[in-house]
């Protein structure tokens, strides 16, 4: 099996493309999948963004960016990334893609930055986030101004109940491309394994891996063409084989750099007999269901473990400045301000609190926990506390104390951390539940 990704645009999806009609594209929710629907898109007239892209959060459109930014139709594509910035580079006429939430779209639209009324092309991308965050009526509002843009919906999944009404209202009847469709139970992959990690890290963890497992043959599937720059220094390597379609391809460990459609993860579990994905958080539960059993693979590696305890000396930091009661300490440091950087002076401080020797640390863990933080929309403003997330997931849901992480109460939203093994579970049973008289949602946190 290859893994060449290249749907099938039939005579209907060619048409509709032409003509400016609705179209669903279903494929995975990674930026990679998409390319090769945006890619098809007219080029049209220069000045001012053509092709609106609408993302659940900022840190998703950040990723799109990233994965698209090698298709020469796109460019120049903008990010919204603080409006101020992207309202002078929309004034400019510099953009030729945007890609923004529906709230700094809308937002930009309404300081005349963004003519949304001259957009030809806007693509919701996997407008199930959208959804979970209640954003629907900003993403009706948007569309409501881009009257004469061509609607294009990407989901991972067009029986999702919860994009009828979207569906019904914007793409009635609009040809569909199944560019990768989600498995039935029964027909999904055996055995994988994953690690979360964002972005930047990947290089780092598929060397800490290979490092691992030091396989006489390994495969890293990376099917983004801008990023394969990225491998050159593991490529040297005569066992390791960097590819983004490798065909006949086998080996001991095949390690995918980007969430996978079915049909890259079987192909890659028919080159090699041990499989690990590197997923972003937001991910991980549409790899859920391509596998059939699915585990963490734990990162052993010297870096991983500092990077770990360097975490945790945060975590203790961050709770101490909480709890606050410093004044005496302030007092005492004070003189040293004066003298040095006070990040110096805490750097310093921390250093006398380390461990004179790695015996006085203890035995280092077996493996890393792996945590999936998750994005629940309610904060401060609707008096959420720490305490109240604990007890809908320890109580209402039956979780253990210790499969619970650090918990952050923002104004607008919280993020709390689970188990990566208990994501799932605990985005299902947070979702809909009522908590200080609000109903909530939650989502794997895309930062």
Known sequence: MSW?????????????LESGKPLVYVCPPAGWALAPLLDRLPTGDAGGPAI????ADPSEAADLSASLGWIASLRPLGTCQGSARTERLLRAGTARTLVATPADALALSRRAALKLE????????WPEGIVALGDEATLDAVLGE????????????????????????HAHRAPVVSASRIPEPDARSGSVRYVVVDDERRRVVARDLLAHHD????????????RMGRWVDLARDPAVHVLADPGAERADLAIAADLPSHEVLSALMQAAPDVIVLVRAGGLPYLRRLARALRPAPLVGGSDRA???????????????????LDAELLTLAPLFDEYDPALVAAATLALLRPSSPASAGPEPAETVAWVRLFVTAGRRDQMRPADLVGALVNELGFKKDRVGRIEIRDAFSLVEVRAEDA???VRGLTGATIRGRRIAARPDRK
């Open 146 to 169: 881009a009257r004469h843009a061509q609607r294009l919906i990407v989901t991972a999944d067009e029986q999702d109940p919860t994009l009828e009404p979207l569906l019904a209202a």
């Open 215 to 226: 396989p006489e043959r390994a495969i890293i599937w990376d099917p983004l063409p801008s």
């Open 52 to 55: 609106l892209i609408l993302t």
């Open 118 to 125: 001259a957009v030809a092309h806007v693509v919701i991308a």
């Open 307 to 325: 990077r770990d305890r360097a975490a945790e000396a945060r975590r203790v930091v961050r709770e101490r400045l909480a709890e606050g009661g």
């Open 424 to 426: 799932d579970r605990a």
């Open 4 to 16: 060449e990704f290249a749907p099938s645009f039939d005579a209907a999806h060619r048409a509709a």
